[in-house]
């Protein structure tokens, strides 16, 4: 991932980004929880949006069901 470029992680459900945030939030992980992009889709509208490199992030979140992960032009990481 290109180290300026954001990544979306989409969730399934809006309880599950809400967990994601409290998670974040408790690891100090710059992030906001924004509308899903257009050119993304997604079953509960919300996503997480960071800065930081996804295989620093993708650990803390185990156990929460990932829709994906993306760039913001919509590649899929």
Do not use: W
């Amino acid at each position: 991932m290109p180290d300026n470029s954001p990544c979306f992680i989409l969730f399934y459900t809006i309880h599950d980004v809400l967990r994601a945030e409290k998670i974040l939030k408790e690891h100090k992980v710059k992030h906001e929880l924004v509308p899903v992009p257009r050119n993304l889709s997604s079953d509960c509208g919300m996503c997480v949006k960071i800065e930081d490199q996804i295989d620093t992030v993708q650990p803390l979140l185990t156990g929460l069901e990932i829709a994906g992960c993306y760039l913001k032009d919509g590649e899929q990481l």
